[in-house]
């Protein structure tokens, strides 16, 4: 499927090889497509309305439009809904490394699907809600013969987000996009942002391999409440340290930072500007700050 956006980019994502009906009249033939509708079917979360793509909205690169999204019966998390794309199968999963990477199994999904405020369903629940639907059982035990329906289910969905994860970017190859091409003066300016943020700015020592991100955990000086990193490592250390994040179809997913505070990537930038922590203070003229945002603005 494609997810067409604004301008000249498109989101291309994994296959669809089924309606989302639901579980109704459902086929699927492979996890990651039952991992889809799975994905997007609410009636596994405690209130019947909350889904995986209640936050991680396919149209926002799968991250949310609000600084905080609100999870079951409204109830409010603590951290901003971050994209799930560019998540490389060995990184550590959350704001803070407190879930094992994709490939270690279905723990990350499990973690999201128990957490209080997104959809607070445990595995046993889990389990007796997934009986009563005949074709997502029959489906499920076809893919997954010697799971239970609840592992099952979590493995999918797994499969599902490791597709998301390699989703990217390409050029909208439809006619109506050809105005979209970027001409040679907009080409430039982003190819001088590239040069300063991986020399001037110093953004590529964080912010480098595939999907511009080291995995690694520091602390920019953001906020004082969230423990971050030290919640899990119980270092002093760690306090107020969040995981390095990919920087991927930024252009969708504002507001940014693990606590939503900044509306902008003009705020971001403005923030390294100012001071930001472990990753120092950065000078840039206006000029400069202009190609820096264009190139984060082509991701
Ligand atoms: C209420 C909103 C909400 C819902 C519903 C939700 N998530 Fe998330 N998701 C978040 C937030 C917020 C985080 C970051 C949490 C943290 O770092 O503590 C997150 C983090 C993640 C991560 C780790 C991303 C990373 O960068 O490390 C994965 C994977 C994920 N969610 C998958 C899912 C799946 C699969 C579902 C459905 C079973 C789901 N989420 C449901 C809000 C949500
Ligand atoms: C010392 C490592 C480090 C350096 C250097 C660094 N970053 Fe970051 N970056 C991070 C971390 C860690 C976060 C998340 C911080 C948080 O939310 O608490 C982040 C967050 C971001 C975000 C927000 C992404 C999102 O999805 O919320 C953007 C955009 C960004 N950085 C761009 C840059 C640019 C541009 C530069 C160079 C001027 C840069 N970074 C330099 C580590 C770094």
Request: proline share 4%; glycine share 8%; charged share 20%.
């Amino acid at each position: 499927m494609i997810f067409t956006s604004c301008d000249d980019q498109s989101i291309e994502g994994p296959k669809s090889y089924s309606k989302q009906d639901h579980g109704e009249s459902v086929f699927v033939s492979s996890s990651s497509a039952l991992g889809q509708v799975f994905f997007s079917d609410p009636r596994f979360s405690s209130d019947g309305r909350v889904a995986c793509s209640s936050c991680h909205r396919a149209e926002f690169a799968f991250a949310d439009t609000t600084a905080i999204s609100r999870g079951v019966w409204g109830r409010q998390g603590i951290r901003n809904t971050p994209t799930l794309v560019g998540l490389h199968d060995d990184i550590l999963l959350m704001w803070d490394g407190g879930v094992t990477p994709l490939r270690h199994g279905s723990q990350g999904i499990l973690a999201a699907l128990t957490a209080h405020r997104d959809q607070d369903m445990n595995p046993i629940d889990l389990e007796k809600k997934l009986r009563h639907f005949i074709n997502y059982k029959l489906i499920l035990n076809r893919l997954y013969p010697r799971h239970s329906l609840a592992a099952g289910y979590l493995l999918s969905i797994r499969e599902y987000v490791r597709e998301v994860a390699t989703i990217s970017k390409t050029r909208d190859r439809s006619a109506k996009n050809s105005n979209g091409i970027k001409n040679n003066f907009q080409k430039n300016i982003i190819n001088q942002g590239l040069v300063l943020f991986q020399g001037k700015a110093g953004c590529i020592s964080c912010h480098h391999g595939p999907s511009l991100t080291d995995g690694r955990f520091y602390n920019l000086g953001l906020d004082s409440v969230d423990p971050g990193r030290a919640a899990i490592t119980l270092l002093e250390e760690d306090r107020g340290r969040f995981r390095t994040p990919p920087l991927v179809f930024l252009k969708k997913t504002a507001p940014y930072f693990h606590n939503g505070s900044a509306q902008t990537l003009n705020n971001v930038l403005q923030h390294y500007i100012n001071g930001a922590g472990e990753a120092g203070q950065i000078s840039l003229n206006s000029t400069e700050q202009n190609a820096l945002l264009a190139y984060l603005n082509s991701l």
